[in-house]
């Protein structure tokens, strides 16, 4: 399977706590994007990476996140002091720059803050 | 801002009976219109990318098209198993995708 993975699919973790979430994405992808998705709502853009640099971050992203791309293959997003708030699924996106826009998205990880 | 506003908010279809998914935009500058499909618990599976205004684009039964305004997603003779989430999306100057909040679609034998 070539395409985007996620790690993990489910996480539960109660208020206060942080986590991390891991995206692999299509190998010879040089763009990857997250987004978050609640419930009824299309996703929303959070961030995203040209290589290893992060070029845009969404308003929506507050100091609690922080996402890294190392070595520009897979990334991570990690949540500080998690609230019930963050409680939603989030999406891994990758794309090549010459295929502008279409990105192909990841399983997801399902977080719930308890 | 990019907006993209999808209806209906549901809809439910008997197995052959065809349909329109409508989503209207407003964007500075277009770069492309793009359709997702997603079943519950999963990420967006890609269907299609419209860039300019006349442009359709067909898979099975779904076929996409673009006006200045508004993309369509028509559903001829569609079975159970196109049962679904259906989500618009575009890029505009920003390289970040813009979704609606989708239309839900069932269909019953």
């Known amino acids: 399977d070539t395409g985007v993975s996620q790690d993990p699919r489910h996480k539960i973790t109660k208020r206060g706590q942080n986590v991390t979430f891991r995206c692999d994405p299509i190998?010879?992808?040089?763009?990857l994007y997250w987004y978050r998705q609640t419930l009824g709502q299309g996703p929303e853009f959070l961030t995203y990476?040209?290589?290893?640099?992060?070029?845009?971050k969404s308003r929506l992203l507050s100091d609690r996140f922080s996402a890294e791309r190392p070595k520009g293959s897979f990334s991570t997003l990690e949540i500080q002091r998690t609230e019930q708030g963050d409680s939603a699924m989030y999406l891994c996106?990758?794309?090549?720059?010459?295929?502008?826009?279409?990105?192909?998205f990841g399983p997801g990880t399902r977080l719930t803050v308890l | 801002e990019d907006q993209v506003t999808q209806s209906p908010e549901a809809l439910r279809l008997q197995e052959g009976e065809s349909s329109s998914l409508n989503c209207s935009y407003t964007?500075?500058?277009?770069?492309?219109l793009f359709w997702y499909r997603q079943d519950p618990g999963k990420g967006p599976e890609f269907l299609f990318t419209?860039?300019?205004a006349g442009e359709e684009k067909e898979k099975e039964r779904l076929k996409a098209t673009l006006t200045k305004k508004e993309s369509f997603l028509h559903i001829t003779a569609p079975k159970p198993e196109d049962s679904a989430t259906y989500l618009c999306?575009?890029?505009?100057?920003?390289?970040?995708?813009?979704f609606g909040t989708g239309t839900r679609l069932q269909v019953t034998l």
């Open positions: 996106a990758s794309s090549l720059i010459s295929e502008y826009g279409t990105q192909y």
């Open positions: 190998s010879e992808h040089n763009r």
């Open positions: 990476f040209q290589n290893e640099a992060q070029l845009e």
């Open positions: 964007v500075s500058g277009l770069r492309g």
């Open positions: 419209l860039y300019s």
């Open positions: 999306a575009l890029t505009g100057t920003a390289s970040k995708l813009t």
